[in-house]
């Protein structure tokens, strides 16, 4: 008897879990938990590719996490008039041109070598390019910040349409990605790891302390909706908007990566992630497609990113957290089964249910043990034991992929490598 995929009872399960949620906690808190697990879904998929693909350990999720949603809200937001009808806009143009003078010239002196400069004095020249740009670039941004802050409160946002908000989040990851892959990926798995994860945390400090930009911890909100809002259709049927806009991204993204992935491109990224030499050795470029994958993966984190800080409505910086937005992800792709797309989306979908109901459960769990304990123990339990709940989720987590781990190390779907006859 031919056995059934594993992608069948998976489904089954989940399904049955979400039913189950449904009844317990209503269709409201079921939809959501659903919706955020979609938009975390988009994010596993990004890095799915950079380390199915490719084989490249990016420690830095969150902050791609957060440009995407920093180019959500800054795109969508409302316009604010007082700062546009100041002279405020022309302070920050010049200020942005100071920028790509400086850059200009940076990357002009870092191809001195090819007239015959030394190649260590063309090093430090730039560097000393770089220092000299970044002085003048932040003397000049700092009395305009001050004065947005003190006045407009911050620059605002374009008014513009969220989708068009989330294609530029995700431009904007790619974009910085490009950057950063330009710098970093010549260096090997772990050291990427820890260079992805130092950046990541420099973007995070630039947003939070950049009032003038994203008002830092004051935080941004109401951002608005692609789909009718709760006050608008109420909580179910917009939320229920909102999770068909997801998954509808996400059948595309899928099919996309999947014919890609059988595709000679697809090919040869596994050819460059198993062994490197012998790619090298057919003529392969392994830095440039190392390069597109790691932008590629990073332009839907970042489309991952717009999409979840659009649901929740508040852009706040401080909110972006490694555990959340980088080590929860990297559970996910660990779990379902890295380099396997399906993998990527069931593994978002069951650890965003696991870490979501983990609370709740959590709760119900210590209320029991504290009645039964003072009804027959007379034991008094301490006060903050609800809060103590929380903590659990990690526990959970780490308890959930040492048991994957154990019994499915490759993952619940493991990557099934095309064969070719």
């Not at 955020?36 to 490719?54: D, K, M």
């Not at 440009?67 to 100041?86: D, H, I, K, R, T």
């Not at 997801?246 to 595309?252: D, G, N, Q």
Request: hydrophobic fraction near 55%; charge should be positive.
């Amino acid at each position: 008897m031919k056995r059934l995929p594993r992608e069948v009872p998976l489904a089954v399960g989940l399904a049955a879990a979400v039913f189950a949620i449904q009844l317990w906690l209503g269709s409201a808190y079921t939809l959501r938990m659903l919706v955020e697990a979609s938009c975390y879904a988009i994010v596993a998929l990004g890095l799915g590719i950079q380390w199915g693909y490719g084989g490249l350990f990016n420690a830095g999720v969150m902050g791609f996490v957060a440009l995407g949603a920093f180019a959500g809200m800054l795109f969508s937001y409302p316009v604010n008039a007082q700062f546009w009808e100041s002279d405020a806009p022309g302070g920050l143009a010049r200020v942005g041109a100071y920028a790509l003078i400086g850059a200009l010239v940076v990357w002009g002196v870092s191809r001195l070598h090819r007239v015959g400069v030394p190649r260590g004095l063309r090093t430090g020249l730039a560097w000393a390019a770089a220092a000299v740009a970044y002085l003048v670039v932040t003397t000049a941004l700092e009395p305009i910040a001050e004065w947005v802050e003190s006045g407009p409160g911050f620059v605002g946002g374009f008014g513009l349409p969220p989708l068009l908000g989330w294609i530029a989040g995700g431009a904007l990851a790619g974009l910085v990605a490009w950057f950063i892959g330009r710098i970093c990926l010549g260096l090997r798995s772990d050291y990427l790891a820890i260079a992805t994860l130092g950046i990541a945390e420099i973007i995070k400090a630039f947003l939070k302390n950049a009032d003038w930009l994203t008002r830092g911890t004051l935080t941004v909100s109401p951002l608005p909706w692609p789909v009718p809002t709760p006050d608008q259709i109420g909580f179910v049927a917009a939320r229920a908007s909102y999770l068909s806009l997801t998954a509808v991204m996400i059948v595309a993204i899928y099919l996309v990566l999947e014919r890609a992935y059988r595709a000679p491109w697809g090919r040869m990224m596994r050819a460059i992630r198993d062994n490197e030499s012998s790619a090298a050795s057919m003529g392969k470029d392994v830095n440039r497609r190392r390069l597109e994958i790691f932008v590629l993966g990073s332009v839907l984190i970042g489309i991952g990113g717009a999409a979840m800080v659009s649901f929740v409505r508040i852009f706040d910086p401080a909110g972006f957290l490694p555990l959340n937005h980088t080590f929860l992800v990297w559970v996910m792709v660990i779990l379902g089964g890295s380099g396997n797309n399906r993998g990527a989306i069931v593994g978002a979908l069951l650890v965003y249910i696991i870490w979501t109901l983990s609370e709740p459960a959590t709760l119900g769990l210590f209320g029991v043990i504290r009645d039964v304990g003072a009804a027959w123990f007379d034991w008094q339990a301490p006060g903050d034991l609800d809060s103590r709940a929380l903590q659990m989720r990690v526990f959970v987590i780490g308890l959930t992929i040492t048991l994957v781990l154990r019994f499915a190390p490759r993952g619940l779907l493991p990557e099934r490598i095309p064969k070719h006859e």
